[in-house]
């Protein structure tokens, strides 16, 4: 029942987002979150069709610098976000006060949770008034990306704190880089 009622309302909002009238919401969160729109490509909240276009708004080229490629041993933020460093899978255990799974996190693959074991882990979590975009957070070759076909429920308190393990069953792609400059393997789960 509550899967049920977590994906009807995340397939409602996503339509009802996707409205244009659904844009009449972007000033007052702007306002409520005190948003500075300067940071971002369209400035205006007129220029936003729709809500879920706002939400994905682009940010302006180099308001948010990165690290060079040719940095060693950098790892740059995935996300606008809330970050969390883990240093060990130990650690992981509660993540988001509940169970969490590694192995499922990794669609179950042998290779990858044998390699990652004793990783550390970083969890960037996105609040609603960060733009929706993520980055690659090290530099590298792309292995191999993996889409672990799942739903997309809401990751709304209401969610996060049912029994449902939303970050094992939302759809998520798996992506392995083999990090430039002595950063190793790094598996980049979006």
Do not use: W
């Amino acid at each position: 029942l509550v899967r049920h009622e977590l994906l009807t309302e995340s397939i409602h909002e996503g339509h009802v987002n996707n409205k244009e009238k659904s844009a009449s919401k972007i000033p007052g969160f702007i306002k409520y979150f005190e948003i500075d729109m300067s940071q971002f490509k369209k400035e205006k909240p007129e220029d936003y069709r729709t809500y879920n276009d706002f939400f994905i708004r682009e940010i302006k080229d180099g308001v948010s610098p990165i690290a060079k490629p040719d940095d060693p041993l950098v790892v740059t933020c995935a996300a606008d976000c809330r970050l969390t460093l883990f240093n060990s899978l130990e650690e992981t255990k509660n993540l988001k006060g509940k169970q969490f799974s590694f192995e499922k996190l990794l669609n179950h693959d042998k290779e990858l949770t044998d390699h990652f074991r004793n990783g550390s882990v970083a969890n960037f979590r996105l609040a609603p008034q960060d733009y929706h975009r993520f980055h690659t957070p090290v530099g590298g070759t792309i292995e191999r990306i993996t889409n672990v076909g799942g739903t997309t429920y809401s990751v709304f308190p209401k969610a996060t704190n049912s029994e449902v393990d939303v970050l094992g069953e939302n759809e998520r792609d798996i992506i392995v880089i083999d990090g430039a400059n002595g950063i190793g393997k790094v598996a980049y789960v979006a």
